[in-house]
């Protein structure tokens, strides 16, 4: 793998834990309490999509 694979790797585990996240806080709002709307490590242009 690529140095460029491994980064685009991490950003889709990260989208997808953010994904999980977002289903269980449907059921749970207390898991909403101190945590950001979105990952400081990606890229602005990330979010823009």
Do not use: F, I
Not at 1 to 13: F, P, Y
Not at 17 to 46: C, F, I, K, M, W
Request: with cysteine.
């Amino acid at each position: 793998m690529q140095m460029a694979d491994l980064l685009l790797a991490a950003q889709v585990c990260k989208y997808a834990n953010r994904v999980s996240y977002q289903v269980l806080n449907q059921h749970s709002p207390r898991l909403t309490r101190g945590l950001p709307e979105r990952e400081d490590s990606l890229e602005e242009a990330y979010w823009d999509r």
